[in-house]
Every structure is written in structure tokens, then in C-alpha cells.
């Protein structure tokens, strides 16, 4: 696994995205996003009660291998909203993740519930075509952003209509996001230079992210005492994915990891 996945992710992407523009000119990617749904509110999935997760649909990532062989985003899509899942999360980069955009307009069409554009986005271009797809909320990571770049990629997601997921690895990265007006924030314990991870990272860095913002936890949250703790440290939102796609009945794990086949809702 390369020390610089990450970089090496965006850098693919962003070529990717060069050579779709050469196709679709950015003004013609702009109009088709003006034709799209309206978008949800996103962070509006995170204020209500109980454990409020992020359903995250993926076949494969660089750590993981393949992860759901079996993959039809429209059932699943539907299966995890019927369970409770407070929106959804579309894996769209198709190297390492083997993820696709039309995993997302086929979501869209078939779940009520926000969801979000899950890749490795540094262009205006990209968030453009993520709005043309239908999507609701994009992923910023701030490991690959500086400081203006992120300033101006979240500016122009909310001009589009949409929510950005800020995710964020660290204290001087919470900071960054908070500073740059980031309404929903994220912690991801995976590293994702080398796809370790680390889930007391949660219980240290969701406390400094400011009272005012949304706060999620990301990765490693298989079963429900982690959630309970990320709960405790102040997440208000849970991004769970492998757990979810590595079950035979990913509706049955939903509610099993926010409580509800319990009665504790």
C-alpha cells in the first residue's frame, strides 16, 4: 500500500475529471446540474433523535479487497432506508473503491433519504457533475486542499444547492474546516496515507470540533458499542460503510448498530 494513496487518488481523479471536461465543457456540466432534483438537506439528517447513520454503499476499497461482490445500489439503497438510515453514502471512484457515478443516479432515483458524492474531489468541475448526478452533499477531504481550495470548493457546493461533508484526520485540520465556514464536519480515524485505523482518534478530536457544527464520525464503526462511544464524544452522525456491506442482510446490521432491534431507539 503506497504511503501517498491519497495523493495518488486525487491526482487520478482530477486527470479523470480533465479529460471528461475535454467531452462535457464545464458551462454544459453546469447546466445539467441546474437540471437536476433540488437538492436535501443533509445536515438536516443529523438533527433528530436516536443514532443518526450515514449508510454507506461500496464494493471495494484499497484496505478492504472486495467487499460486496453481490452489489445492486437500487435494493440496497432501499433496504437500508426502510432500517433507518439517515442518509446515504455513494463510493463514485471506480480505481481502487470500483465505485461509479451511476451507483448514485441509480440511488437517487430510488431513496428519500440525502446522499452524498463519496470521492477524492479538488475541482469545481468535479462538484458540478456530482450536482448533474443528483447528488445532495459532497465529500471535502482537507488532506488534499489547502486552505483557499477549500475555502473555494465549499463555497461553490453551497452555490450549487448542496451540503459538504468536510472530513478532516486531525486537530489543525478541524480548525481548517471550522475556519472555512464548514457546516458539517467529520472525523475519519482511518489514515488515509496508509488505510490504518484508529478509532480513539474519535474519542480525542469530536470534542474540538465547535459546538455549532455537525459532527461525524467516520470509520470503524462495526458494531454498536463503538458507535455508543463516538455517540459520547459528541458525534452526531455515523458513517458506516464495511459493516454494513460485508453483512448478508445490511438492513438487519443497520438496526443492530443503531439499537433499534432492541427497542432502544
Request: glycine letters at 8%; hydrophobic letters at 45%; charged letters at 30%.
Amino acid at each position: 500500500m503506497s504511503a501517498d494513496i491519497l495523493e495518488e487518488l486525487a491526482a487520478m481523479r482530477r486527470e479523470d475529471a480533465r479529460m471528461r471536461e475535454e467531452a462535457v465543457p464545464f458551462a454544459e456540466m453546469l447546466r445539467l446540474a441546474s437540471t437536476a432534483p433540488e437538492a436535501r438537506d443533509f445536515a438536516a439528517a443529523f438533527r433528530g433523535a436516536g443514532t443518526n447513520v450515514i449508510a454507506e454503499l461500496k464494493r471495494a476499497s484499497p484496505s478492504e479487497g472486495m467487499i460486496r461482490e453481490d452489489f445492486h445500489p437500487e435494493e440496497l439503497a432501499k433496504e437500508l432506508e426502510a432500517n433507518g438510515a439517515a442518509a446515504l453514502s455513494v463510493l463514485c471512484e471506480p480505481h481502487r473503491f470500483l465505485g461509479s457515478e451511476d451507483y448514485l443516479k441509480a440511488v437517487r432515483g430510488a431513496a428519500g433519504v440525502p446522499i452524498i458524492y463519496k470521492d477524492f474531489l479538488t475541482t469545481r468541475y468535479q462538484i458540478a457533475a456530482a450536482r448533474a448526478a443528483g447528488a445532495d452533499a459532497v465529500l471535502l477531504i482537507a488532506a488534499v486542499l489547502d486552505d483557499a481550495r477549500l475555502a473555494e470548493m465549499l463555497a461553490f457546493t453551497h452555490e450549487l444547492g448542496m451540503k459538504a461533508l468536510v472530513e478532516t484526520h486531525d486537530e489543525g485540520e478541524i480548525v481548517r474546516a471550522a475556519e472555512s465556514g464548514a457546516e458539517i464536519i467529520g472525523v475519519n480515524c482511518r489514515n488515509l496515507r496508509n488505510f490504518s485505523c484508529d478509532t480513539s482518534l474519535l474519542e480525542t478530536l469530536l470534542g474540538k470540533i465547535p459546538n455549532d457544527r455537525v459532527r461525524i464520525a467516520e470509520s470503524g464503526m462495526h458494531t454498536r458499542e463503538a458507535i455508543c462511544k463516538a455517540a459520547a464524544a459528541g458525534a452526531d452522525g455515523f458513517l458506516v460503510g464495511t459493516a454494513l456491506m460485508r453483512a448478508e442482510r445490511p438492513g438487519e446490521k443497520l438496526r443492530e448498530l443503531t439499537g433499534k432491534n432492541k427497542g432502544n431507539i
